[in-house]
Protein backbone atom coordinates (compact mmCIF):
# COMPACT_ATOMS: atom_id res chain seq x y z
CA UNK A 1 0.00 0.00 0.00
CA UNK A 2 1.35 3.27 -0.57
CA UNK A 3 0.30 5.99 1.51
CA UNK A 4 0.93 8.74 -1.25
CA UNK A 5 1.07 8.98 -4.75
CA UNK A 6 3.02 11.10 -6.42
CA UNK A 7 2.79 13.48 -9.78
CA UNK A 8 5.32 11.01 -11.42
CA UNK A 9 3.20 7.90 -10.62
CA UNK A 10 0.06 8.89 -11.73
CA UNK A 11 1.75 10.24 -14.98
CA UNK A 12 2.78 6.98 -15.65
CA UNK A 13 -0.96 5.84 -15.47
CA UNK A 14 -2.11 8.39 -17.84
CA UNK A 15 0.53 7.14 -20.52
CA UNK A 16 -0.76 3.69 -20.16
CA UNK A 17 -3.83 5.28 -20.93
CA UNK A 18 -3.21 8.05 -23.52
CA UNK A 19 -1.16 4.97 -25.38
CA UNK A 20 -4.66 3.17 -25.82
CA UNK A 21 -6.78 6.21 -27.02
CA UNK A 22 -8.85 6.38 -30.28
CA UNK A 23 -10.90 9.66 -28.80
CA UNK A 24 -9.78 12.46 -26.30
CA UNK A 25 -12.95 11.36 -23.26
CA UNK A 26 -14.35 14.53 -22.29
CA UNK A 27 -16.65 12.95 -19.32
CA UNK A 28 -15.78 10.87 -16.86
CA UNK A 29 -17.82 8.10 -15.45
CA UNK A 30 -16.85 5.67 -12.47
CA UNK A 31 -19.53 2.61 -12.03
CA UNK A 32 -20.26 1.36 -8.57
CA UNK A 33 -21.58 -2.51 -7.44
CA UNK A 34 -24.22 -3.41 -10.04
CA UNK A 35 -24.06 -0.92 -12.48
CA UNK A 36 -21.13 -2.11 -14.40
CA UNK A 37 -23.60 -2.55 -17.49
CA UNK A 38 -23.80 0.49 -18.69
CA UNK A 39 -20.32 0.48 -19.86
CA UNK A 40 -21.44 -2.46 -22.29
CA UNK A 41 -23.32 0.89 -24.40
CA UNK A 42 -20.41 2.49 -25.04
CA UNK A 43 -19.30 2.38 -29.09
CA UNK A 44 -16.39 2.73 -30.87
CA UNK A 45 -14.64 0.77 -27.73
CA UNK A 46 -11.29 0.19 -26.25
CA UNK A 47 -10.71 -1.70 -23.15
CA UNK A 48 -8.08 -1.63 -20.60
CA UNK A 49 -7.77 -3.92 -17.63
CA UNK A 50 -6.81 -1.94 -14.51
CA UNK A 51 -3.71 -4.90 -14.53
CA UNK A 52 -2.25 -2.67 -18.06
CA UNK A 53 -2.08 0.37 -16.42
CA UNK A 54 1.13 0.96 -13.97
CA UNK A 55 0.26 2.00 -9.89
CA UNK A 56 -3.42 1.32 -10.72
CA UNK A 57 -5.68 -0.44 -7.62
CA UNK A 58 -7.14 -3.62 -8.88
CA UNK A 59 -10.75 -4.05 -7.88
CA UNK A 60 -11.28 -7.45 -5.93
CA UNK A 61 -14.98 -7.10 -5.45
CA UNK A 62 -18.21 -8.73 -7.15
CA UNK A 63 -20.00 -6.84 -9.20
CA UNK A 64 -16.46 -4.56 -10.27
CA UNK A 65 -15.21 -6.09 -13.66
CA UNK A 66 -12.01 -3.82 -13.01
CA UNK A 67 -11.39 -2.44 -16.60
CA UNK A 68 -11.69 1.15 -18.16
CA UNK A 69 -13.46 1.31 -21.30
CA UNK A 70 -12.89 4.43 -23.66
CA UNK A 71 -15.28 5.42 -26.51
CA UNK A 72 -18.37 7.56 -27.12
CA UNK A 73 -21.35 7.16 -24.96
CA UNK A 74 -24.85 8.16 -26.77
CA UNK A 75 -22.60 10.14 -28.89
CA UNK A 76 -20.43 11.80 -26.25
CA UNK A 77 -16.77 10.65 -25.65
CA UNK A 78 -15.87 9.27 -22.51
CA UNK A 79 -13.92 7.13 -20.42
CA UNK A 80 -15.87 5.03 -18.02
CA UNK A 81 -14.54 3.03 -15.25
CA UNK A 82 -16.24 -0.15 -15.16
CA UNK A 83 -15.66 -1.12 -11.17
CA UNK A 84 -13.52 0.57 -8.41
CA UNK A 85 -11.23 0.34 -5.96
CA UNK A 86 -12.50 0.76 -2.27
CA UNK A 87 -10.80 1.90 1.19
CA UNK A 88 -11.89 -1.55 3.12
CA UNK A 89 -9.52 -3.55 0.14
CA UNK A 90 -6.75 -2.20 1.58
CA UNK A 91 -5.73 0.64 -0.41
CA UNK A 92 -4.97 3.48 0.53
CA UNK A 93 -7.05 6.87 0.18
CA UNK A 94 -4.21 7.95 -2.19
CA UNK A 95 -4.76 4.97 -4.55
CA UNK A 96 -8.37 4.83 -4.29
CA UNK A 97 -8.71 8.55 -5.90
CA UNK A 98 -5.42 7.96 -8.71
CA UNK A 99 -8.12 7.09 -10.94
CA UNK A 100 -9.76 10.71 -10.70
CA UNK A 101 -6.27 12.15 -10.86
CA UNK A 102 -5.39 10.25 -13.70
CA UNK A 103 -8.69 11.60 -15.78
CA UNK A 104 -7.96 15.26 -14.99
CA UNK A 105 -4.59 14.88 -16.64
CA UNK A 106 -6.36 13.36 -19.59
CA UNK A 107 -7.98 16.65 -19.77
CA UNK A 108 -11.61 15.32 -18.10
CA UNK A 109 -13.63 18.22 -16.53
CA UNK A 110 -16.16 16.39 -16.14
CA UNK A 111 -17.14 13.79 -13.52
CA UNK A 112 -20.39 11.51 -12.87
CA UNK A 113 -19.93 9.11 -9.99
CA UNK A 114 -22.69 6.48 -9.27
CA UNK A 115 -22.83 4.11 -6.59
CA UNK A 116 -25.09 1.55 -4.94
CA UNK A 117 -26.31 2.92 -1.47
CA UNK A 118 -28.51 1.57 1.48
CA UNK A 119 -31.72 3.59 2.18
CA UNK A 120 -31.39 5.89 5.31
CA UNK A 121 -34.41 7.96 4.62
CA UNK A 122 -37.56 5.82 5.06
CA UNK A 123 -39.06 7.16 2.14
CA UNK A 124 -36.51 5.54 -0.24
CA UNK A 125 -36.97 2.29 -1.74
CA UNK A 126 -34.80 -0.01 -3.28
CA UNK A 127 -34.81 0.94 -7.25
CA UNK A 128 -34.76 4.54 -6.41
CA UNK A 129 -32.17 6.82 -8.08
CA UNK A 130 -30.82 9.53 -5.35
CA UNK A 131 -29.45 12.82 -7.03
CA UNK A 132 -26.82 13.33 -4.44
CA UNK A 133 -26.89 16.81 -3.21
CA UNK A 134 -23.81 17.08 -0.52
CA UNK A 135 -22.27 14.23 1.76
CA UNK A 136 -21.41 13.25 4.98
CA UNK A 137 -17.19 12.22 4.59
CA UNK A 138 -17.04 10.57 8.01
CA UNK A 139 -14.12 8.87 7.17
CA UNK A 140 -12.29 11.59 6.20
CA UNK A 141 -13.25 13.56 8.80
CA UNK A 142 -11.98 11.20 11.18
CA UNK A 143 -8.08 11.38 9.59
CA UNK A 144 -7.97 9.20 6.42
CA UNK A 145 -8.53 12.43 4.19
CA UNK A 146 -7.83 11.77 0.24
CA UNK A 147 -5.83 15.01 -0.02
CA UNK A 148 -3.36 14.11 3.46
CA UNK A 149 -0.23 14.51 2.47
CA UNK A 150 2.23 16.44 0.21
CA UNK A 151 -0.39 18.97 -1.72
CA UNK A 152 0.11 18.53 -5.82
CA UNK A 153 -0.11 22.00 -6.77
CA UNK A 154 -0.70 20.63 -10.56
CA UNK A 155 -4.32 19.96 -9.14
CA UNK A 156 -5.24 22.37 -6.58
CA UNK A 157 -4.36 24.25 -3.39
CA UNK A 158 -3.53 23.07 0.14
CA UNK A 159 -6.90 23.62 1.68
CA UNK A 160 -9.85 23.54 -1.10
CA UNK A 161 -13.47 24.64 -1.09
CA UNK A 162 -15.80 21.90 -0.61
CA UNK A 163 -19.13 24.12 -0.04
CA UNK A 164 -20.04 23.07 -3.38
CA UNK A 165 -18.55 19.73 -3.96
CA UNK A 166 -21.49 18.70 -6.00
CA UNK A 167 -22.35 20.72 -9.47
CA UNK A 168 -25.43 22.53 -8.92
CA UNK A 169 -25.78 22.96 -12.89
CA UNK A 170 -24.93 19.01 -13.44
CA UNK A 171 -27.92 18.65 -10.63
CA UNK A 172 -30.53 21.07 -12.45
CA UNK A 173 -29.80 19.19 -15.53
CA UNK A 174 -29.95 16.11 -13.76
CA UNK A 175 -33.35 17.19 -12.40
CA UNK A 176 -34.84 18.35 -15.32
CA UNK A 177 -34.14 15.36 -17.44
CA UNK A 178 -35.23 12.95 -14.65
CA UNK A 179 -38.76 14.78 -14.51
CA UNK A 180 -38.91 15.08 -18.73
CA UNK A 181 -38.31 11.38 -18.72
CA UNK A 182 -41.32 10.71 -16.09
CA UNK A 183 -38.09 8.93 -13.43
CA UNK A 184 -38.84 9.69 -9.67
CA UNK A 185 -35.45 11.30 -8.84
CA UNK A 186 -35.21 11.12 -5.18
CA UNK A 187 -32.20 14.14 -3.69
CA UNK A 188 -30.39 13.53 -0.31
CA UNK A 189 -27.04 13.86 1.35
CA UNK A 190 -25.16 10.86 0.78
CA UNK A 191 -22.61 9.55 3.66
CA UNK A 192 -19.27 7.72 3.50
CA UNK A 193 -17.85 4.82 5.69
CA UNK A 194 -15.08 2.53 5.74
CA UNK A 195 -16.65 -0.83 5.39
CA UNK A 196 -17.05 -3.54 4.82
CA UNK A 197 -19.26 -4.42 7.20
CA UNK A 198 -23.05 -3.35 6.70
CA UNK A 199 -23.84 -0.90 9.05
CA UNK A 200 -25.80 -1.65 12.33
CA UNK A 201 -29.64 -0.34 13.31
CA UNK A 202 -27.87 1.69 15.80
CA UNK A 203 -25.07 2.99 13.01
CA UNK A 204 -28.31 3.72 10.90
CA UNK A 205 -30.27 6.03 13.35
CA UNK A 206 -27.17 8.09 14.38
CA UNK A 207 -25.92 8.57 10.32
CA UNK A 208 -30.00 9.42 10.02
CA UNK A 209 -29.73 11.72 13.19
CA UNK A 210 -26.75 13.44 11.96
CA UNK A 211 -28.93 14.41 7.60
CA UNK A 212 -28.03 10.93 6.04
CA UNK A 213 -30.45 9.84 3.44
CA UNK A 214 -28.75 7.08 2.22
CA UNK A 215 -25.27 5.55 3.36
CA UNK A 216 -22.20 3.57 1.30
CA UNK A 217 -18.71 2.48 0.77
CA UNK A 218 -17.10 5.11 -2.13
CA UNK A 219 -17.67 7.80 -3.57
CA UNK A 220 -16.91 10.47 -1.04
CA UNK A 221 -13.38 10.22 -1.66
CA UNK A 222 -13.41 10.61 -5.21
CA UNK A 223 -15.52 13.71 -4.70
CA UNK A 224 -12.91 15.39 -2.45
CA UNK A 225 -10.38 14.65 -4.57
CA UNK A 226 -12.56 16.21 -8.10
CA UNK A 227 -13.71 18.95 -6.40
CA UNK A 228 -9.55 19.56 -5.43
CA UNK A 229 -8.85 19.52 -9.17
CA UNK A 230 -12.04 21.95 -9.98
CA UNK A 231 -13.70 18.94 -11.88
CA UNK A 232 -17.52 19.15 -12.00
CA UNK A 233 -18.83 16.55 -10.56
CA UNK A 234 -22.67 14.84 -10.42
CA UNK A 235 -23.54 12.35 -8.11
CA UNK A 236 -26.17 9.50 -8.68
CA UNK A 237 -26.98 6.84 -5.73
CA UNK A 238 -28.66 3.57 -6.85
CA UNK A 239 -30.83 2.73 -3.80
CA UNK A 240 -30.10 -0.89 -3.24
CA UNK A 241 -31.85 -2.23 0.12
CA UNK A 242 -34.48 -0.63 2.63
CA UNK A 243 -33.17 1.62 5.95
CA UNK A 244 -33.01 -1.23 8.85
CA UNK A 245 -33.21 1.32 11.22
CA UNK A 246 -35.23 -1.45 13.74
CA UNK A 247 -32.85 -4.46 13.00
CA UNK A 248 -35.63 -6.81 11.91
CA UNK A 249 -33.69 -7.55 8.37
CA UNK A 250 -30.50 -8.26 7.13
CA UNK A 251 -28.41 -6.68 4.30
CA UNK A 252 -26.41 -8.35 1.55
CA UNK A 253 -24.25 -7.82 -1.32
CA UNK A 254 -26.24 -10.45 -3.58
CA UNK A 255 -29.53 -7.97 -2.62
CA UNK A 256 -26.83 -4.92 -3.75
CA UNK A 257 -26.34 -6.59 -7.21
CA UNK A 258 -29.66 -7.63 -7.73
CA UNK A 259 -31.04 -4.03 -6.99
CA UNK A 260 -28.89 -2.98 -9.72
CA UNK A 261 -30.68 -4.53 -12.23
CA UNK A 262 -33.64 -2.33 -11.79
CA UNK A 263 -31.36 0.45 -11.30
CA UNK A 264 -29.35 0.45 -14.27
CA UNK A 265 -32.28 1.57 -16.88
CA UNK A 266 -33.50 4.45 -14.93
CA UNK A 267 -29.26 5.42 -14.77
CA UNK A 268 -28.97 4.64 -18.09
CA UNK A 269 -31.98 6.88 -19.34
CA UNK A 270 -30.71 9.58 -16.94
CA UNK A 271 -26.86 9.73 -18.05
CA UNK A 272 -27.80 9.81 -21.51
CA UNK A 273 -29.98 12.79 -20.99
CA UNK A 274 -27.69 14.29 -19.34
CA UNK A 275 -24.64 13.74 -21.31
CA UNK A 276 -26.47 14.77 -24.41
CA UNK A 277 -27.21 17.94 -22.62
CA UNK A 278 -23.57 18.14 -21.97
Known amino acids: MREFVTLAEIDQAVKAVQDR ?10 LGSGLGGLAERVSQAVSISYAEIPNWPASTV ?24 HFYEGYSMAEVTLPVRVMKRLGIDNLILTNAAGAINPDFQPGDVMLITDHIALVSMTGFNPLRGPNLEEFGPRFPDMSQIYDRGLAQICRAEAKSAGIVLREGVYCG ?5 FESPADLRFLRGIGSDAVGMSTVPEAIVARHAGMRTLGLSGISNKANLDGDT ?27 SL
Request: charged residues 20%.
Open 21 to 30: LLVRPVVGLV
Open 62 to 85: QGHVGRLVVGELFGVPVLVQQGRA
Open 193 to 197: LAGPS
Open 250 to 276: LTTHAEVLEAGKTIVPKLEILIERVLR
